[in-house]
């Protein structure tokens, strides 16, 4: 079992800047992917960024391409997503979640932090 905790949520206005983290604890020798989600209010939830632990490899939805970083820290078990040049439309819950070996889909999911960005 993988457990997740996300933080480094907040307000702030566009334009700005937020580095949001993810700190796993638990299984985590088996963890092949980190993605960074949301879920705006009245819309479905939307895979942001998605990144492999073992290569280092991105991929970035087209809202977020180019403004949006995915990174981790294997050594410390954590996962970042800077996101850069904040709009109105990314106000979200921002998720991290888990994929581990084997497996097709993200499994384990930590309880989100909330970007709100105001125009």
């Known amino acids: 079992e993988v457990q997740l905790v996300e933080s480094g949520g907040g307000l702030v206005q566009a334009g700005g800047s937020l580095r949001l983290s993810c700190a796993a604890s638990?299984?985590?020798?088996?963890?092949?992917?980190i993605g960074w989600f949301r879920q705006a209010p009245g819309k479905e939830r939307e895979g942001v960024a998605k990144i492999s632990t073992s290569d280092g490899s991105a991929i970035y939805s087209d809202s977020v391409k180019g403004r949006f970083t995915i990174s981790r820290d294997n050594g410390k078990n954590m996962a970042y997503l800077q996101m850069n040049s904040l709009k109105p439309e990314d106000t979200a819950v921002y998720y991290c979640?888990?994929?581990?070996?084997?497996?097709?889909?993200?499994?384990?999911w930590g309880q989100g932090t909330q970007v709100t960005v105001s125009s």
């Open positions: 638990g299984f985590t020798v088996d963890v092949r992917g």
């Open positions: 979640a888990a994929r581990r070996n084997g497996a097709s889909d993200f499994g384990s």
